[in-house]
């Protein structure tokens, strides 16, 4: 059976996104970076939502099609798309 891990994006006010629905208004450093992407390649599948899937859809085929060049891994290019 395989275990199911949730990460939610959320401020220690609980603020989880602007007054537009902007979830990317918190601050996301290179420890939340690392923090995610560590998440990402320890899971077997990554289930998305609609809109983050919408906002992922346009940057992974790049990865998928080169996924040793240097931007791989890269969050800071994939959050320009949103």
Not at 22 to 29: A, E
Not at 48 to 65: K, N, V
Request: hydrophobic content about 40%.
């Amino acid at each position: 059976m395989r275990a199911v891990t949730v990460s939610n994006i959320m401020s220690v006010d609980g603020l989880y996104e602007d007054s537009g629905h902007n979830p990317l208004v918190l601050n996301m450093d290179e420890a939340f970076d690392a923090y995610n992407l560590e998440r990402i390649r320890a899971a077997d599948i990554v289930l998305l939502g609609r809109t983050s899937f919408e906002g992922f859809s346009s940057y992974w085929p790049a990865i998928a099609d080169a996924p040793d060049e240097s931007s791989a891994g890269s969050t800071t290019d994939c959050r320009r798309s949103w």
